[in-house]
């Protein structure tokens, strides 16, 4: 696996200068990311593709590079394959559809390819799909324009759907939350969900798995390398319903037909489930926060009717409001302005218009004992000179965002942050720190549930209430 | 009813040219949003705030104003209400806080209140409130800037809440959805809910009513309103949870604490309910299309992935896949690119990437009788000169979504177009269009499926799923 994620060199077979040829994307990618490992191309004809030479042939080529990308038609790639293995190239990225999703002469060509594998020892990634990047040493070799402008981080992605697994990106990117490492996986010939799955576990660069499933094929290891990363991993699963199993053309079954099993399959290995698409991003970020270690919050607003509907979702989730200390209660109201508000957990903070007092109370809030986070509801809007502000009124004027972020570091406690906003602020809300924005006030609660249930159960804590 | 939200001219009691002086953000409103009606202030010490002379009481008013914004303290109140009855001003708008949510002193305000309006015949909005907006005559009176970048249309919003009533106004905008008018009733001494509900009912200009209710007092009556409106109601009813409502401080309860009673009268009545706030913005804008006649979709995309997961939801949901008949099978073939693609529904549109035969192909779906609706699914981009693209590979850079709309238009049936993309994308892609955007799959099913249910209703058929 580190030969193909952490290539050093890569070769790409079938790429041309022409417009519209997929390897020359590939290569623009590269290009585009950053590589900064050896980038061989080979075309019969020749010549060269965006400057880079062409060998004419693999055998070719100066060296057996870690890892050759076949951008060639389904029934071209057994023979190239070949030529791959006699070089000693044993590590191949094969985008190509065709094979078995696609009739009897696909399988047979699959069946070759598998041979030639066994052979030499080959490994590889798909066909049928995008195969890898590599956000941190450039390594992208999708063969569609993949945008360079996504934070490098620690969110890596494993994906049976290419397509699915690009638009994961563009939601990580609008999150502004970091990525490590991609891979879509496609018909999964050889390499499958438990073998990315196991090196993800143990890639130090990843602290987050991301899986888009449509089937599962080794149910039973898959939950043992789940186990075994000891790191927070979010699976999508679909193709779950009988009317989208009997729809989609290609799956190999085993747990993909009992939903109910693999749901609390995946509840014993630690994989949180999520249901929606966007989930998957919105969730990965939540990692970054200090874990959230019990189930008393504080919820603060100067919205009445957000903490209503926020406590609302906050008792379905389990979570409990601790009455405040008196002292504090006698603190936070020298910090009230006209004083006509009555101080409680959910904390209506309706009469503070001051932005450094907001700060005070949140900090004092996460510093008590009895308090194991703070979740947030603002609205937020722009000042003229694109200052990020929690609300309209003079006094709110400032961008509080920066110091929330290190009061939550200096107290080890998480603030789950909501600004119910134009979109437009929230992204510059989230272009503006390292920790997660939230978009609406049930999704923010839903989120610190998660991240309760996964701090609870990673100190061996059973998860007060199961995720809807 | 009429004459507080087509109020010909209004009086501001209460406003001074000071900075930080609240009736002066109200004048302002009313000066952003156009307001043409004729505009009072009012303060005992007179002078002018920008640039509007005030006189020194109610009584020195040149007539008898539609309606009177009282924007002065709680205990003032009664007084002035007096004042505006004695010169024939029936109809008040009370913005201000310290009431009966706030102990005896403001029970006692109350309870005088009442007795001045009963006196003189006086209706009123509020107390504890942001009072209204009607977007069509510029009538802007809450007490903090409001935002005119909203485009004008047909949804009303009926909140309890005026700082939830204001974010979900923000959600109307980033949807691009039209916004007509706008009450937060607050403590709902004297207009509640229903009054509002009977007056948005007979509205000519509201076509959508959203409502965010706390507490319902009224149950019988809201439910009688809501089914003589003949309008899509949706309603997000918070306070429902044990710990939310005894943490909430006023509630006058009635349907308010059995929720599951609430939720079988609103089916009963046709109101919609919500669970998460921004479904509220999102569904709103969903009844500008043509009706969804039925359960049989076709679901499109060039992504396999999204097919998978959105069908999945599409059979959540109970939705059904009519097999597409030959000759249109045929001529979707005539479409694709290299044919490897076999056409059923879902329809797969990966190997299609000219924009005109996506149009096309969506088009005819839409023409067949056994075709109620289209679900399409894409990724989206923008051009480098700011058109969005469905797509990022060569044919597919054209803007469809203009065309799709007339698609739509002339078949009478809608389509669910679902753009997955960065934000600004979505934000460029809604801008332009007059029909919503969805920006998750499973959202654009789940909004499908509530117009099916609400289409079928209003035919006296009966819901295929009742809405989770």
Known sequence: MERIFNARDVAIIGVSDR?????????????????????????????????????????????????????????????????????????????????????????????????????YGIRFVGPNCFTVINAHTGLCLPFVPVSTDIPRGGVSIIAQSG??????????????????????????????????????????????ICMYLEDVGRGRELLEKARAANKPILAYKANVEPLTTQSARSHTAALANNDEVLDGAFRQAGIIRVRRLKQLAEYAKVFSLPPLSGNRVALVSP??????????????????????????????????????????????????????????????LLEQDYIDGVIAVFTAKLTSDGEVTTGGIYGTRKNILPELGEVMRRRGKPLFLCLVSASEVLAAARRGVDYPVFADPEGTVDAAAMLRDYSMRTRGQKPCVEGR
């Open 19 to 119: 417009p519209g040829n997929l390897g020359r994307d590939i290569l623009r990618n590269l290009m585009d990311w950053g590589y900064e490992g050896g980038v061989y191309g080979v075309n019969p004809k020749g010549g060269e593709a965006l400057g880079f030479p062409l060998y004419k042939s693999v055998s070719d080529l100066p060296k057996a590079v870690d890892l050759a990308v076949l951008i060639i038609p389904a029934p071209a790639v057994p023979g190239v394959a070949e030529e791959c293995g006699r070089k000693g190239i044993t590590r191949l990225a094969i985008p190509a559809g065709g094979f078995e999703e696609f009739g009897e002469e696909g399988r047979r060509i699959r069946d070759e390819l598998v041979s030639v594998a066994s052979k």
């Open 163 to 208: 397509g699915v697994g690009l638009s994961f990106l563009t939601m990580l990117r609008d999150e502004n939350a970091g990525f490590s490492k991609f891979v879509s996986m496609g018909n999964k010939t050889d390499l499958d969900e438990v073998d990315y799955l196991e090196y993800m576990g143990s890639d130090p660069q990843t602290e987050v």
């Open 303 to 364: 919205t009445g009717g957000m903490l209503v509907l926020s406590s609302d979702q906050c008792a379905r989730r389990g979570f409990e409001f601790p009455p405040l200390s008196p002292p504090l209660v006698e603190d936070i109201n020298d910090h009230l302005r006209a004083g006509v508000v009555n101080v409680s957990n959910p904390v209506d903070l309706g009469d503070v218009h001051d932005a450094d007092s907001r700060v005070y109370i949140i900090n004092r």
